[in-house]
């Protein structure tokens, strides 16, 4: 999303520190993701925030667009 996006645009990305699988924990992911964003030069894009989007203050500011792909309860 963040190469589509116009340069002058931001990203953010919330998510918690979840252990999704046996070796990688939510900040050894987000690291990677860090890596990744900097080595395509993207990150100066992307905002990545540890929360639950569901609680978080997001502002007032309005956006452009939101994207939601699901959350980590078990219902």
Not at 15 to 43: P, S, T, W
């Amino acid at each position: 999303m963040a190469a589509a996006m116009d340069k002058n645009l931001r990203l953010r990305s919330y998510d918690l520190h979840i252990k999704q699988v046996e070796n990688f924990d939510g900040q050894k992911m987000d690291q990677i993701l860090q890596n990744c964003l900097r080595r395509y030069g993207l990150a100066d894009r992307v905002e990545i925030i540890v929360a639950n989007s569901s609680e978080v203050d997001v502002g007032k500011e309005p956006v452009d667009l939101i994207f939601i792909d699901g959350d980590h309860s078990y219902e």
